[in-house]
């Protein structure tokens, strides 16, 4: 009995081709995978010496021309991960192409149950004889191969491709947050300039408009520093203060060269 099975799915470069169960519609009979059969296709594969072929549509099975489209290369080829049985290939560039065209999606291995050794005539059970490039696999547990950047390799499931999606999403969104961060740092390095450069315009105003008040004797220049300090903080309260403040007028006493017509203590030179 020959058994035809399953689509795959890539791991790192290695496709599953198979996986334990039972299956009671195969055109051959009801049949069963275990754990123990498993190992020992995996046995026979690395004690045969031989790659395996993998063709188109089981081509190998009918003895008419069977390109290869991949090879599975002895003694490493083969594996056992878990309930599943996965095979390294090496595909041709034709089936490359074709792969990535979408034109084959699922991988079918024909495995013999109770394989005779040519040279012994002893029955050395399970073995893997072929697989195949088809697109209509007997079993439907394992997901479609596809092509991605090139390679052939099997397609993410849906959980996978929805995870790649958000964590691609989220990044996007981070993105644009770091930009948005960045645009409104620039915004407020702007804004401190701008508020730094109005404040030196306003302290020169100020400073100008106490100078003036100097000038016009409303302040003296001691009441400087104040003064500036006064326009700083209340412009309108200041100019009110200057408006209603009176001229300072010196006492003639406060200065030595004050005009008099009769200085107190000054000596008359006029008449001797």
């Not at 699922?106 to 893997?128: E, F």
């Not at 409104?184 to 030196?200: N, Y």
């Amino acid at each position: 009995m020959r058994l035809i099975a399953c689509k795959v799915q890539n791991k790192n470069g290695w496709y599953e081709i198979a996986l334990t169960g039972k299956w009671a519609g195969h055109r051959a009979g009801e049949f069963e995978l275990r754990s123990e059969d498993l190992k020992q296709i995996v046995f026979n594969f690395q004690n045969m010496g031989l790659d395996v072929v993998v063709d188109y549509e089981h081509q190998t099975l009918f003895g008419n021309e069977a390109p290869a489209a991949g090879w599975i290369k002895h003694p490493d080829g083969l594996k056992i991960e878990g309930d599943k049985l996965l095979a390294k290939i090496e595909w041709t560039p034709r089936a490359k192409e074709m792969i990535e065209k979408k034109e084959y999606r699922y991988l079918s291995p024909t495995i013999v149950p109770n394989y005779t050794d040519p040279v012994t005539g002893n029955s050395i059970g399970w073995v893997l004889h072929s697989v195949a490039l088809t697109n209509t696999p007997f079993l439907k547990e394992l997901p479609a191969i596809s092509n991605k950047n090139g390679t052939a390799h099997q397609e993410d499931n849906k959980n996978t491709n929805q995870k790649e999606e958000k964590m691609e999403k989220e990044k996007e969104l981070q993105q644009q947050l770091q930009q948005k961060d960045d645009q409104i740092k620039a915004l407020k390095d702007k804004l401190e300039a701008l508020e730094k450069e109005l404040q030196e315009h306003r302290k020169v105003a100020a400073t100008a408009k106490v100078k003036e008040a100097i000038a016009a004797k409303k302040l003296s220049p001691d009441q400087e520093s104040w003064a500036v300090e006064y326009a700083l903080k209340d412009k309108e309260g200041f100019e009110e203060f200057l408006k209603n403040a009176k001229p300072i007028i010196q006492k003639p006493q406060d200065n030595m060269f004050a005009a008099s017509d009769k200085p107190q203590g000054a000596i008359n030179f006029d008449k001797v």
